[in-house]
């Protein structure tokens, strides 16, 4: 199993930064990819970026060069830097890890970010 502590989000004021971390404890070894997911109020959950084990990225178009997502694989650690932010930011973050040999999915407890215009 593979528990995710998320730390950092809070309130911020539009056009501020934040930044999220994630540490992954437990059987670390069986983690591929780790990332950020986020779900607004009456809103579906939906993807931020993630990186995988050898360093690729994705991005949701939506923060595309405003959020860089960063990861320390010898830590299983993952980072996100969030910068510009804006109102429809607003949302739970939760931190994303999949077990790189079966279908499954680790969450953690979410982070709430709050940016206030």
């Known amino acids: 199993q593979v528990q995710l502590v998320e730390s950092g989000g809070g309130p911020v004021q539009a056009g501020g930064s934040l930044s999220l971390s994630c540490a992954a404890s437990g059987s670390t070894g069986i983690i591929a990819t780790m990332g950020w997911y986020r779900q607004a109020p009456g809103k579906q959950r939906e993807l931020v970026a993630t990186?995988?084990?050898?360093?690729?990225?994705n991005y949701a178009d939506s923060v595309k060069g405003r959020f860089t997502i960063s990861r320390d694989n010898g830590k299983y650690t993952v980072f996100l830097q969030m910068n510009r932010l804006k109102p429809e930011d607003t949302a739970n973050y939760y931190c994303y890890a999949n077990n790189r040999f079966i279908s499954l999915d680790y969450w953690g407890q979410g982070t709430q970010v709050t940016v206030s215009s």
């Open positions: 990186a995988g084990s050898r360093g690729v990225t």
